[in-house]
Structures are given as structure tokens and as C-alpha cells.
Nanobody
Framework: QMPLVESGGGSVQAGGSLRLSCAVS????????MGWFRQAPGKEREGVAY???????NYADSVKGRFTISRDYAKSTLYLQMNSLTPDDTAMYYC????????????????WGQGTQVTVSS
């Protein structure tokens, strides 16, 4: 069983919205931090948002006010609601779990999903 499985990616026009989902298996369920990362072609992976078990969250400056991270514990699912998308948001998006410290740096995470592609056209 994969610890994390993303879904919800796709193609959308600029200004549109998408909601990414990440199914969290029992292997990753109790981790302190849950986060979303993205990697565009030719660029390094960057942290987009994270959510701690106590409900604290943080976002990259580039997505603040447009993206929202949330978690449904009953459904064991992590979400990323993405609004007002621009072509710069085009990337492969990854779900991650880790801890005990949290942040937008990938060093905090030791479970990763396979990714879901988001493509935003102008």
C-alpha cells in the first residue's frame, strides 16, 4: 500500500480552480506534518503549503491568498484547494508527510506520493 496517493490534477485555464486530494494510508497517518510540494520542469521542488497536527499552517508567498490546505481526518485525506491559477502554477504536485518539525523544506518529510500533474494554460 502506497503511503500517500494524490489525485485531482488536470488541465485548467488561467483563473480557474482545482482541488487536489491526497489519500493518507495508515503508514503516514500519524505524522506531525502534512504538506504539498510542486516541481516544474527544470526547476527544484518547492514547498507550497503545510499543515501540522495541531492545525497550524503555512504557505509559500507565491500561493498565499490563492491556495488552501486542509485535512479530513475521517476520510484520511489531505486537500489543496487552488484558486486563481496562473501558468506559473504548472507543475507536478506532491503530497508529503513527516515530522517532528514542520516547514516548507523537503527535509522535514519522509513519506512522498507519486505526484499529480497540474497544467494551467493562458
Amino acid at each position: 500500500q502506497m503511503p500517500l496517493v494524490e489525485s485531482g490534477g488536470g488541465s485548467v485555464q488561467a483563473g480557474g480552480s482545482l482541488r487536489l486530494s491526497c489519500a493518507v494510508s495508515r503508514y503516514a497517518y500519524g505524522r506531525t506534518c502534512m504538506g504539498w510540494f510542486r516541481q516544474a520542469p527544470g526547476k527544484e521542488r518547492e514547498g507550497v503549503a503545510y499543515l501540522t497536527r495541531d492545525g497550524s499552517m503555512n504557505y509559500a508567498d507565491s500561493v498565499k491568498g490563492r491556495f488552501t490546505i486542509s485535512r479530513d481526518y475521517a476520510k484520511s485525506t489531505l486537500y489543496l484547494q487552488m484558486n486563481s491559477l496562473t501558468p506559473d502554477d504548472t507543475a507536478m504536485y506532491y503530497c508529503a508527510a513527516g515530522g517532528p518539525s514542520c516547514g516548507l523544506d523537503s527535509v522535514h518529510y519522509n513519506y512522498w506520493g507519486q505526484g499529480t500533474q497540474v497544467t494551467v494554460s493562458s
